[in-house]
């Protein structure tokens, strides 16, 4: 998609600056011409030697320059099919609110033709200011989309205000490129993570999900224009700001936070793993390590199959974990449980699936369809889904 697409990718002055080079580095690589302006406090971070390395491109730090080209801040984006701000510092969202044109980068986003991403990246409290919080109001108001910020590790400490990862700001983009808000004020309920189904004060029944796929479908989702509610089971991930987050830990929460919202769903992916098992009565103490072989188990509640029966004009994503006999599981799953389309992966592969950041799936829907997917990011995987397996607006 991003062969002979021009991107200005616009950097900012904050510490993500760094990870902006993965973002380059991305977009070179799918094809894009990646012209990188930079601001001034930006290239006290990392220096625009770096960027155009990786870009082949010189990169513009200063307005003023003496040249007989066209005055570049106009022209620039003539051609341009995209302007991504990443990170974009508070700083820079408060100069796009006052309509400033102080530096080139603020100049080119002020006269642009084209769509701006802006990938939010800052210290929590700055983020949360109020300040900041109007100013973002303002700029989307005025058309400009947003990426994250996530909640997660930052340079001081854990919170708020994370740049979105890489992969989920190219999608982001990419969505926005293709002219797709395919999901505007679609609600979408998505899970993730691995249940965790208690047996005592210390231990529990779970399983080896990361929770990355149900992640990477919630940005990619919130990308397309949906309204999305991220139900999730416990992970070490990143939270994306820009979806409403619901934290669960066992399947029966899951089931009920699901259940709850699902009158009202347009789509329902479920991408959490729920344990199967849990333990028949969940002990108040800690178990005697002798008395744990006598631990009574009994299946969860098949959320999926729920979902299904009660389906009335909801779209319902299942996927189907399986280490043998794949498609044919899917397809039992798929015509039981009144499942409209089922993403099945195979997990005894080390190199996909569980943990990884990438997958391959198979997908089947209720029409018959089997499609095989290469192997892919799990954003890449998010975007085929929503592009290419949801119905129509
Ligand atoms: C060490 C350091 C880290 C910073 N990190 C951020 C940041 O992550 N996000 C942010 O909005 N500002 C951050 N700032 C403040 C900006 O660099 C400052 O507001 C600057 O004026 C932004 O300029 P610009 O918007 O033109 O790039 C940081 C400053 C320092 C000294």
């Given at each position: 998609?991003?062969?002979?697409?021009?991107?200005i990718?616009?950097?900012?002055?904050?510490?993500?600056?760094?990870?902006?080079?993965?973002v380059?580095?991305r977009?070179v690589?799918?094809?894009?011409?990646?012209?990188v302006v930079m601001?001034?406090?930006?290239?006290?971070f990392?220096?625009p030697?770096?960027?155009?390395?990786?870009?082949?491109?010189?990169?513009r730090?200063?307005?003023?320059?003496?040249?007989d080209?066209?005055i570049?801040?106009?022209?620039?984006?003539?051609?341009?099919?995209?302007i991504?701000?990443?990170?974009?510092?508070?700083?820079?969202i408060a100069?796009?609110?006052a309509?400033?044109?102080?530096?080139?980068l603020?100049?080119?986003v002020?006269?642009?033709?084209?769509?701006?991403?802006?990938?939010?990246?800052m210290?929590t409290?700055m983020w949360?200011?109020?300040?900041?919080?109007?100013n973002?109001?303002v700029?989307k108001?005025?058309?400009?989309?947003?990426?994250?910020p996530?909640?997660?590790?930052?340079?001081?400490?854990?919170?708020?205000?994370?740049?979105?990862?890489?992969?989920?700001?190219?999608?982001?983009a990419?969505?926005?490129?293709?002219?797709?808000?395919?999901?505007?004020n679609?609600?979408?309920?998505i899970?993730?993570?691995?249940?965790?189904?208690?047996i005592?004060?210390?231990?529990?029944?779970g399983?080896?999900?990361?929770?990355?796929?149900?992640?990477?479908?919630?940005?990619?989702?919130?990308?397309?224009?949906?309204k999305v509610?991220?139900?999730?089971?416990p992970t070490?991930?990143?939270?994306?700001?820009?979806v409403?987050f619901?934290?669960?830990?066992s399947?029966?929460?899951?089931?009920?936070?699901v259940?709850?919202?699902?009158?009202?769903?347009?789509?329902?992916?479920?991408?959490?793993?729920?344990?199967?098992l849990?333990?028949a009565?969940?002990?108040?103490?800690?178990?005697?390590?002798?008395q744990?072989?006598?631990?009574?188990?009994?299946?969860?509640?098949?959320i999926?199959?729920?979902l299904g029966a009660?389906?009335?004009?909801?779209?319902?994503i299942g996927?189907?974990a399986?280490?043998s006999?794949l498609i044919?599981?899917a397809?039992?799953?798929?015509e039981?449980?009144k499942?409209?389309v089922?993403?099945a992966n195979?997990?005894?592969?080390n190199d996909?699936?569980l943990?990884?950041?990438?997958?391959?799936?198979?997908i089947l829907t209720?029409?018959g369809?089997?499609?095989d997917?290469?192997r892919?990011?799990?954003?890449?995987?998010?975007?085929?889904?929503?592009?290419?397996y949801?119905?129509?607006?």
């Open positions: 998609m991003w062969r002979d697409k021009n991107v990718l616009g950097i900012t002055g904050g510490i993500a600056a760094y990870k902006s080079v993965g380059a580095r977009l690589e799918a094809g894009a011409t990646v012209q601001t001034a406090a930006a290239t006290e990392i220096t030697l770096t960027f155009a390395a990786v870009t082949g491109r010189r990169v730090t200063t307005l003023f320059t003496a040249s080209e066209p570049f801040h106009i022209s620039a984006t003539d051609n341009t099919d995209i991504i701000v990443a990170p974009a510092s508070a700083d820079f100069r796009m609110v309509g400033l044109a102080d530096d080139a603020a100049a080119i002020l006269a642009a033709a084209c769509p701006v991403l802006l990938a939010p990246a210290n409290r949360q200011n109020q300040a900041t919080q109007d973002i109001l700029v108001e005025r058309g400009i989309r947003t990426v994250g996530a909640v997660g590790a930052l340079a001081e400490g854990f919170g708020e205000g994370r740049m979105a990862e890489e992969a989920d700001i190219v999608d982001a990419e969505a926005m490129v293709k002219g797709k808000q395919t999901l505007k679609k609600r979408v309920i899970t993730a993570g691995g249940t965790q189904e208690k005592d004060i210390v231990r529990y029944l399983n080896r999900s990361s929770g990355k796929m149900g992640y990477a479908l919630a940005t990619a989702a919130a990308a397309r224009g949906a509610t991220l139900i999730s089971a070490g991930l990143s939270r994306p700001a820009d409403e619901v934290p669960v830990v399947a029966e929460e899951m089931r009920a936070a259940v709850k919202r699902y009158p009202k769903a347009d789509i329902v992916v479920m991408a959490a793993a729920v344990a199967d849990r333990a009565d969940a002990a108040i103490g800690k178990i005697k390590k002798a744990l072989g006598m631990l009574k188990l009994e299946p969860t509640p098949d999926l199959a729920e009660k389906k009335k004009s909801q779209w319902l996927f189907s399986e280490s006999d044919r599981n397809q039992g799953k798929l039981q449980k499942i409209d089922i993403v195979d997990i005894s592969r996909i699936g943990g990884s950041d990438f997958n391959q799936a198979t209720a029409d369809k089997v499609n997917t290469p892919m990011s799990k954003q890449a995987l998010a975007a085929l889904i929503f592009d290419e949801t119905p129509k607006a």
